[in-house]
């Protein structure tokens, strides 16, 4: 994105919105995550509407760090803050109509004139804080396997799924996947190696074909049991034989031939 700002909204050509926080972070909120850029994103003509989308607004402000990147939001789009942010979480933004920014300690106040309630996220502190030696720290709890770690849980024997040594599916779109690993791990397995929390979200630490990846939970997906595999499996060849006019006969005996099973000998 040429000649663009940061952070700010955009509105891209096909009217979708997104804020981006800086060239390579942005948060879609059609599909309500934090993506990251690419050369596969064409955003050269997308226009900032952030005056426009903030205007007439309130919403929750979660921490101190939320309200400083709030600040910095409006800051940037000519916005002006005419009150500091409060120390006292939760506490509400509202911006007015007249491009100025302000923090109340309570939601009343802060939508005292039929005010829009919007949501203005926080990106991820691993996307804005992730360091060197934090990557490092992943790469070996991949190579050593995880040793059963379990980073910021209380219970180290979490009963939700899933735990540290499970076998996982992710699944997670184009838009969605950190471009720099250079491809796309949309439905292949892997093996969650450790399990901690950031700020309030619990992240799953899963080596991928030889690499660690961080995922929260709603991208991953249980791997079907050999039970639920073989019903599909036979409910494909079933569909097949029927679709294709095998009458029963043809049909059990592909199934047999396919499973390689034979009566025992008397």
């Not at 939001?73 to 933004?93: C, K, Q, V």
């Not at 309030?200 to 709603?218: I, K, L, Q």
Request: aromatic residues 12%; glycine residues 6%; hydrophobic residues 30%.
């Amino acid at each position: 994105m040429k000649n663009k700002i940061y952070p700010a909204i955009y509105r891209a050509v096909h009217n979708n919105e997104y804020l981006y926080a800086d060239n390579d972070n942005y948060y879609s909120y059609e599909r309500e995550t934090w993506n990251k850029s690419g050369n596969c994103d064409d955003h050269e003509n997308d226009t900032n509407i952030t005056p426009e989308y903030l205007a007439n607004t309130y919403g929750k402000v979660e921490s101190k760090e939320h309200a400083e990147f709030i600040v910095d939001l409006g800051d940037i789009n000519n916005l002006s803050s005419r009150t500091g942010y409060t120390e006292e979480y939760p506490s509400w933004f509202c911006f007015n109509d007249d491009d100025e920014l302000f923090f109340f300690d309570n939601e009343s106040d802060a939508n005292d004139n039929g005010e829009k309630l919007i949501t203005i996220p926080l990106p991820p502190k691993q996307i804005q804080t992730a360091t060197s030696e934090e990557e490092f720290e992943m790469q070996q709890i991949m190579k050593n396997n995880g040793d059963n770690l379990i980073l910021g849980c209380e219970d180290s024997k979490c009963e939700e799924w899933p735990q540290v040594g499970d076998e996982v599916i992710v699944r997670i779109d184009a838009h969605q996947w950190d471009v720099k690993y250079g491809h796309n791990v949309d439905g292949m397995n892997g093996v969650v190696r450790s399990i901690f929390k950031d700020d309030d979200v619990t992240v799953y630490a899963v080596s991928v074909d030889g690499v660690c990846y961080c995922f929260v939970r709603g991208l991953l997906q249980k791997p079907k049991t050999p039970e639920e595999e073989l019903r599909e499996w036979l409910q494909e060849r079933i569909g097949y034989g029927i679709a294709s006019g095998f009458d029963c006969e043809a049909i059990a005996h592909d199934l047999l031939h396919h499973l390689k099973i034979t009566k025992k000998p008397q």
